[in-house]
């Protein structure tokens, strides 16, 4: 159930309504809109009842939410949700453009990239300072010390910080240090870890699942509104599918599908989706046509030094020529 209140409606008389669901055990969500505040309700066991509000003053109409998912659904706010990070967008008119390495690997690394980056006028800069990685072998990032790395890069230059928490330990140390918290495609099941990055403030980087629904995703994301977190932005990094002759299968189906069940952002990783930096110009320059709101991009001055994901990372070339590509494609596909 979605209770509209009228434009006008006063602070009293949403509090008013907001308490009537408390006292039906129920949990009230004020959805923050450009004209007129709505609230949204969950945890109600069966149908809800408009009868116990539509007479309240202030409450225009009530509209049943037909979805499982409810906060992060179109029915519930219709204008497209804009994240706003200091002037930065996420969302809005223009494309975003998260770009950066798979890891922080040392300080020269790091600001060799970032430094490139920032030269070509990218904002949002990526890498992993804890790093999910299949093989116990592998590089797993320099934890801590990545992420005092990062807060320096962004001293100095000025960019926004993207990087991964990868459990509850260690959330809020990634928390005080970045300025969107990913949550990676191998934790979007983990309800937990959703739950507390739900109950911060700072916007969340959620990635699908290998193997998830769209039901799935668009419920994990409403794990973390549901605790209060509006500042979610979704990205599909590719699926696992039948298809073998890439990382994962980058399913485009879904950026029009979110557009239109969603208010939230959608973002797409070409990288991960196909993990081969000769292939990534070409899905992401496909993603913004198809109605994205940005990408997200490995890049890395030396890829073959890399160490995780260099066989995916464009060269800063490479992402130059993606750049304008993207930025003019951008102009006719959010018109
Ligand atoms: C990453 O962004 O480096 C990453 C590990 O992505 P994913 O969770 O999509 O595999
Ligand atoms: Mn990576």
Do not use: W
């Amino acid at each position: 159930m979605l209770i509209i209140m009228h434009t006008q409606s006063t602070d009293e008389q949403i509090e008013n309504v907001k308490q009537k669901i408390r006292e039906l055990n129920m949990t009230p969500h004020a959805i923050p809109g450009q004209l007129r505040c709505a609230i949204g309700i969950t945890g109600n066991k069966g149908p809800v009842d408009s009868e116990f509000f539509k007479n309240l003053p202030g409450v225009v109409q009530c509209i049943p939410v037909t979805k499982s998912y409810k906060l992060v659904s179109r029915e519930v706010r219709q204008e497209d949700t804009i994240i706003d990070l200091d002037g930065v967008k996420i969302g809005g008119k223009e494309i975003t453009v998260i770009a950066g390495p798979c890891a922080v690997e040392n300080e020269e690394q790091i600001f060799t990239i970032a430094r490139k980056l920032s030269e070509m006028d990218v904002k949002l800069l990526r890498a992993g300072a804890f790093k999910p990685r299949t093989s116990p072998y592998s590089f797993q990032g320099l934890g801590e010390k990545g992420l005092q790395l990062l807060a320096q890069v962004r001293e100095k230059t000025g960019m926004k910080i993207v990087t991964e928490a990868v459990d509850t330990d260690s959330l809020e140390l990634v928390a005080n240090y970045v300025d969107i918290i990913q949550i990676g495609a191998r934790n979007m099941y983990n309800y937990s870890l959703l739950k507390k990055v739900g109950q911060l403030k700072k916007p969340v980087l959620l990635k699908r699942g290998l193997s998830a629904t769209l039901e799935e995703f668009l419920m994990a994301a409403e794990y973390i509104v549901s605790e209060g977190n509006f500042n979610v932005i979704l990205c599909e990094r590719g699926i696992r599918t039948f298809s073998d002759f890439s990382r994962n299968t980058l399913d485009m189906n879904v950026i029009p599908t979110i557009k239109h069940l969603s208010h939230l952002p959608i973002i797409v990783d070409p990288s991960h989706a196909c993990g081969d930096r000769k292939y990534v110009q070409a899905l992401a320059r496909g993603a913004i046509a198809a109605g994205a709101d940005g990408i997200i991009v490995e890049v890395h001055h030396d890829p073959g030094q890399a160490l995780s994901d260099g066989a995916q990372s464009l060269y800063p070339m490479q992402f130059k020529q993606l750049l304008e590509q993207v930025t003019e494609i951008g102009k006719i596909s959010r018109n």
